[in-house]
């Protein structure tokens, strides 16, 4: 049988827990979201969803996790309610890390543009960001090879096991992105024209916003960016140990990954502005807009994007890391289940590659760019790319309705005194109890039905 790794200390889990929660997401997929999603509407409304449903999911997986000490899938048969809530999670697991690895891989293309700027090469030709961005989402073959690149950096780590490979990266690449982000911050609010920037984010009423729309992107993105809904942290949970504080833990990581949200957007949006871009430019607006902001800074800019996207690999790296590693598991777990041979190695290979398979449409399809894949348009804002469909299935519709099925396992099924077994576990008492109780029956799972409503109207146009 396989044995379970554990975490060699909390400060250890927090880490790789906040790690996988900060990544592309925080600085490639909330601004952009921002702009599409209503500017400061779209703020308020994540801002609160992550204190009402983020916290909150975030405390139900941890426990479920650490409690069964189980993947997703043999956490909920065990549980014996939803018992093909874990597949989901496999799923989504699947899904976000095809179209995360291209994203990745995108970054890496800009990484070694950068270096070849330094050393003299071609780099970006003199191109616009746009049109850098253009070039490169049409060429399907350089497109799968960044995207199996990715993949690859993400399946090395994940082989090392759990605390050996996933810890060590996280401690210092994490706070070394924060201070990066915050010198880019400085110098692009004193961009001209970038206080535009700042009243879209900061003033309401932010214009043509629909509310449906914003309230499905930001829930959404909220649970994507906290790694949330399709079992996760629940997979982290399970291998924390039973000392530590499973509130305080829920508490600290989404506030980290929403500090470094926030961060990104004031590092995009106002310069998305000073540069006179479009704020609804969508997926690809992180690295349109980031080719002018280092082009802006001259000589010194080459270097900076190479420090940029250097660590926003390693962001995105530990993040995918979180995703292989729950598909992995559950396939481990599933195959130890029925007595086969779970060896992490090869097993962890043959997701990899199944993931890089899935990614392949999304890379020759370069997010609607290259025209060379059929494109879909199912959502009445005009989401359509391979990478936009792929994005809705996960974050849209399994991920927020995951949320609502745990929520309901706890509070109806498995009853708060289970809960609470697990939570003073660690000698504590069990912090800000009257707040999960509430919101785990009711707060939450009304809002998340909201939020899978949200999408059905936005399907139907509304
Ligand atoms: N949260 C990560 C990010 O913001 C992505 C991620 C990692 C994720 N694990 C996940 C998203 C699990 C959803 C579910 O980049």
Same mark, same amino acid.
């Given at each position: 049988?396989?044995?379970?790794?554990?975490?060699?200390?909390?400060?250890?889990?927090?880490?790789? /827990?906040?790690?996988?929660? #900060?990544?592309?997401?925080?600085?490639?997929?909330?601004?952009?979201?921002?702009?599409?999603?209503?500017?400061?509407?779209?703020?308020?409304?994540?801002?609160?969803?992550?204190?009402?449903?983020?916290? *909150?999911?975030? =405390?139900?997986?941890?426990?479920?996790?650490?409690?069964?000490?189980?993947?997703?899938?043999?956490?909920?048969?065990?549980? $014996?309610?939803?018992?093909?809530?874990?597949? =989901?999670?496999?799923?989504?697991?699947?899904?976000?890390?095809?179209?995360?690895?291209?994203?990745?891989?995108?970054?890496?293309?800009?990484?070694?543009?950068?270096?070849?700027?330094?050393?003299?090469?071609?780099?970006?030709?003199?191109?616009?960001?746009?049109?850098?961005?253009?070039?490169?989402?049409?060429?399907?073959?350089?497109?799968?090879?960044?995207?199996?690149?990715?993949? &690859?950096?993400?399946?090395?780590?994940?082989?090392?096991?759990?605390?050996?490979?996933?810890?060590?990266?996280?401690?210092?690449?994490?706070?070394?992105?924060?201070?990066?982000?915050?010198?880019?911050?400085?110098?692009?609010?004193?961009?001209?024209?970038?206080?535009?920037?700042?009243?879209?984010? =900061?003033?309401?009423?932010?214009?043509?916003?629909?509310?449906?729309?914003?309230? +499905?992107?930001?829930? $959404?993105? @909220?649970?994507?960016?906290?790694? &949330?809904?399709?079992?996760?942290?629940?997979?982290?949970?399970?291998?924390?140990?039973?000392?530590?504080?499973?509130?305080?833990?829920?508490?600290?990581?989404?506030?980290?990954?929403?500090?470094?949200?926030?961060?990104?957007?004031?590092? *995009?949006?106002? /310069?998305?502005?000073?540069?006179?871009?479009?704020?609804?430019?969508?997926?690809?607006?992180?690295?349109?807009?980031?080719?002018? *902001?280092?082009?802006?800074?001259?000589?010194?800019?080459?270097?900076?994007?190479?420090? =940029?996207?250097?660590?926003?690999?390693?962001?995105? &790296?530990?993040?995918?890391?979180?995703?292989?590693?729950?598909?992995?598991?559950?396939?481990?777990?599933?195959?130890?289940?029925?007595?086969?041979?779970?060896? +992490?190695?090869?097993? /962890?290979?043959?997701?990899?590659?199944?993931?890089?398979?899935?990614?392949?449409?999304?890379?020759?399809?370069?997010?609607?760019?290259?025209?060379? @894949?059929?494109?879909?348009?199912?959502?009445?804002?005009?989401?359509?790319?391979?990478?936009?469909?792929?994005?809705?299935?996960?974050?849209? &519709?399994?991920?927020?309705?995951?949320?609502?099925?745990?929520?309901?396992?706890?509070?109806?099924?498995?009853?708060?005194?289970? #809960?609470?077994?697990? #939570?003073?576990?660690?000698?504590?008492?069990?912090?800000?109890? $009257?707040?999960? +109780? #509430?919101?785990?029956?009711?707060?939450?799972?009304?809002?998340?039905?909201?939020?899978?409503?949200?999408?059905?109207?936005?399907?139907?146009?509304?």
């Amino acid at each position: 049988m396989h044995e379970r790794e554990s975490w060699g200390s909390n400060f250890g889990f927090l880490m790789a /827990a906040i790690g996988s929660a #900060v990544g592309l997401g925080n600085v490639w997929g909330f601004p952009y979201k921002m702009g599409i999603g209503g500017g400061f509407a779209f703020l308020i409304t994540y801002l609160l969803l992550v204190l009402f449903c983020g916290c *909150v999911v975030m =405390f139900v997986e941890m426990t479920i996790g650490r409690k069964t000490g189980k993947s997703p899938i043999r956490a909920f048969l065990e549980i $014996g309610t939803f018992k093909k809530l874990g597949w =989901f999670g496999a799923i989504c697991g699947f899904l976000i890390l095809a179209f995360y690895s291209w994203i990745g891989g995108c970054c890496i293309k800009y990484l070694f543009t950068y270096i070849s700027e330094l050393c003299g090469g071609a780099g970006f030709g003199g191109m616009s960001g746009l049109d850098y961005f253009v070039q490169f989402g049409s060429n399907p073959a350089s497109g799968i090879f960044y995207l199996g690149l990715f993949m &690859l950096l993400t399946l090395l780590v994940v082989q090392g096991g759990i605390s050996k490979g996933i810890e060590k990266f996280n401690v210092v690449g994490m706070p070394a992105l924060l201070v990066l982000m915050v010198i880019l911050i400085i110098k692009n609010l004193s961009l001209p024209g970038a206080s535009a920037g700042l009243a879209f984010m =900061f003033t309401w009423p932010t214009e043509g916003f629909n509310f449906f729309n914003t309230l +499905r992107m930001a829930g $959404g993105q @909220m649970l994507f960016s906290l790694s &949330l809904g399709m079992g996760c942290m629940l997979t982290y949970g399970s291998y924390l140990s039973k000392k530590e504080s499973i509130p305080k833990n829920a508490f600290i990581i989404p506030f980290a990954d929403t500090l470094m949200a926030l961060l990104a957007g004031l590092m *995009v949006i106002p /310069a998305v502005f000073a540069f006179g871009l479009d704020p609804q430019g969508g997926p690809l607006l992180l690295f349109y807009t980031m080719k002018e *902001v280092f082009a802006a800074m001259g000589s010194a800019g080459a270097i900076f994007g190479i420090m =940029f996207f250097l660590l926003l690999i390693v962001a995105a &790296l530990t993040s995918a890391m979180s995703l292989l590693e729950v598909v992995t598991s559950c396939a481990i777990d599933v195959r130890a289940g029925k007595g086969k041979s779970a060896n +992490r190695r090869p097993i /962890a290979c043959c997701c990899a590659l199944a993931i890089f398979i899935l990614g392949i449409p999304v890379a020759i399809d370069g997010a609607g760019i290259s025209g060379l @894949m059929p494109q879909f348009t199912f959502l009445a804002d005009g989401s359509e790319s391979w990478l936009d469909l792929y994005d809705t299935i996960a974050e849209g &519709l399994l991920m927020p309705l995951g949320s609502v099925l745990m929520c309901l396992v706890v509070s109806r099924k498995l009853g708060f005194d289970w #809960v609470n077994e697990e #939570v003073t576990a660690c000698g504590q008492k069990w912090l800000a109890e $009257g707040f999960y +109780r #509430v919101s785990i029956k009711y707060i939450t799972p009304v809002l998340m039905s909201f939020v899978l409503v949200s999408l059905f109207l936005s399907y139907f146009g509304i």
